[in-house]
């Protein structure tokens, strides 16, 4: 069955200390990738795409890379301000124009 | 300013009695899209549309009704809602099918 995961479920961090999320994927025909952070109560708000496996984009402390399985999500330096709930999406040929989302990773980051 | 507007921000109803949840987008967007977020689920797709007159089911669609008579506008119909419909819905609007999507703020909806 295709799927989208995301580990860990939550994470706390001291801020200054970097860390990874992972959004593991089982689909065929993979179209894009996508990550979106969550503040709560408020909707997602895009951070990245991701097309093809080698791929990598940063903004500020994010950077995402992409492979055939996986996609990461690295926080450099983490600030109390990256506290969020981090989703990832898939699109894929066989999904048609539908996105599935990942369950995400809370992530709290402590002065 | 570019956004996803969504009204009521929060509706309690009772069973049985018809709603409808307006979207409307200002960024001339193609795609629209309908989510529903529950604890420990996450998001899921209801409903999408890839352009006016244009609409498909996403992957819990049912009990759920749209329309896309506009390009700006994407409401949600809910025919005959029931307590498990209870949730947080978001729309949300991107410039084309594979490309970053803008949701809007939420619409908290009680069923009793």
């Known amino acids: 069955e295709d799927q989208v995961t995301q580990s860990p479920e939550a994470l706390r961090l001291q801020e200054g200390e970097s860390s990874s999320l992972n959004c593991s994927y089982t689909?065929?025909?993979?179209?894009?990738l996508f990550w979106y952070r969550q503040d709560p109560g408020k909707g997602p708000e895009f951070l990245f795409t991701l097309y093809s496996a080698g791929e990598e984009k940063e903004k500020e402390r994010l950077k995402a890379t992409l492979t055939k399985k996986e996609s990461f999500l690295h926080i450099t330096a983490p600030k109390p301000e990256d506290s969020a709930t981090y989703l990832c999406a898939v699109q894929a040929w066989n999904y048609g124009q539908n996105f599935v989302f990942g369950p995400g990773t809370r992530l709290s980051v402590l002065p | 300013e570019a956004q996803v507007t969504q009204n009521p921000r929060y509706l309690i109803t009772v069973t049985g009695k018809k709603l409808t949840v307006t979207c409307s987008q200002n960024?001339?967007?193609?795609?629209m899209s309908w989510y529903r977020q529950d604890p420990g689920l996450g998001l899921r797709q209801i409903y999408y549309s890839m352009n006016v007159e244009v609409t498909d089911k996403g992957d819990v669609p049912e009990g759920y009704k749209v329309s896309r008579k506009e390009k700006r506008n994407f409401p949600l119909i809910l025919e005959s809602p029931s307590p498990n419909q209870t949730s947080l819905y978001f729309c949300?609007?991107?410039?084309?099918?594979?490309?970053?999507?803008?949701f809007g703020q939420g619409t908290r909806l009680t069923v009793v």
């Open positions: 949300a609007s991107s410039p084309t099918v594979n490309t970053e999507a803008f």
């Open positions: 689909v065929s025909g993979l179209r894009g």
């Open positions: 960024m001339n967007h193609e795609y």
